[in-house]
């Protein structure tokens, strides 16, 4: 069932699954911008929630408060169920490493290689011989569908769909539980974010990972996301299905599922979810 503006999610929704990411009552503000208001949110073991908005309306900033790398003025945020400012240092270190996170454009350090960037992880948490780190590293290009010459190869030589493979081995580097994406096939070309999508459903079934992403791309939500929230008025405005979007009764969220790049992927004459045979699980 879909939540709304009003209707936030509350502690017993989904009852009976287990929450990996919980945020209750966040309010992020920049001086006297407030971006997000008393925002709620749950994120459920094993799924893929796509998260979109409006461009501005605080989709990266919510993700980076979650990532602690902006504060937020109050509100509680629980991750694998533990809040980190209720942990020591040596605690949080361990609860970081049960996370990955693949930035926008990969973030990839221009004079590292692709094995060295997907080492950064490896030495900053771990205390592994050099040869195991490179076995590792090679798994990790294998795992994301990188040829094995990509390890010496350095970012300014790879292609844009290979960057985002390349920053995705670096999110996997040490075995996550729950992995944030911010736009992750965002400058790809239509075959190559399709084949990033089903990349990233094929680690989800395979790992059992819980991804968050952060996405404007239509065709990710459509295919691969099994639950989406809509930020708005500075709040989620509604979490549910592709159906719950469908029937949600709100300008901006009908032009984005019903607009004009949406009718190739939803039938317009009644509104029902295009199946090609993935997703909507």
């Known amino acids: 069932m879909a939540g709304s503006v ?3 999610p509350i502690e017993n929704e989904g009852q009976g699954r287990d929450v990996v990411l919980s945020a209750r009552d966040v309010t992020v503000a920049f001086g006297s911008k407030v971006v997000l208001d008393r925002l709620n949110l749950d994120i459920y073991r ?7 908005g409006a461009s501005g309306t605080g ?3 919510l993700m980076r408060t979650v990532l602690r790398l902006l504060p937020r003025r109050s509100g509680t945020i629980k991750i694998l169920g533990q809040d980190f400012d209720e942990l020591n240092e040596p605690q949080r270190n361990a609860l970081d490493m049960r996370l990955g996170v693949l930035f926008q454009q990969g973030a990839l350090f221009s004079s590292l290689t692709v094995k060295e960037n997907i080492q950064v992880p490896m030495r900053e948490y771990l205390d592994l011989p050099h040869s ?20 010496d190869k350095y970012p300014s030589e790879l292609s844009g769909g ?4 390349a920053a995705l081995a670096r ?3 040490l075995d996550p ?18 084949e990033f999508d089903e990349l990233i459903a094929n680690l989800r079934d395979s790992l059992g990972l819980t991804v968050y992403m952060v996405t404007h791309d239509l065709d990710s939500l459509f295919s691969v996301c099994d639950r989406i929230a809509v930020l708005g008025k500075k709040r989620v405005m509604v979490e549910g299905t592709i159906d719950d979007m469908l029937a949600y009764d709100d300008p901006w969220v009908q032009a984005y599922f019903r607009g004009k790049r949406a009718r190739s992927i939803v039938p317009q004459d009644n509104g029902a979810r295009h199946d090609n045979g993935s997703g909507g699980k």
């Open 171 to 173: 999110a996997l580097a």
């Open 6 to 8: 009003d209707e936030q």
């Open 59 to 61: 989709k990266s900033v």
């Open 177 to 194: 539980e729950l992995v944030f994406l911010d736009e992750p096939t965002s400058g790809l070309d239509p075959i190559g974010a399709a």
């Open 46 to 52: 094993g799924e893929i929630l796509g998260f979109v």
């Open 162 to 165: 290979m960057i985002k493979r």
């Open 132 to 151: 195991l780190m490179d076995e590792l590293a090679h798994l990790k290009i294998r795992m994301v569908g990188l040829a094995a010459d990509a390890a």
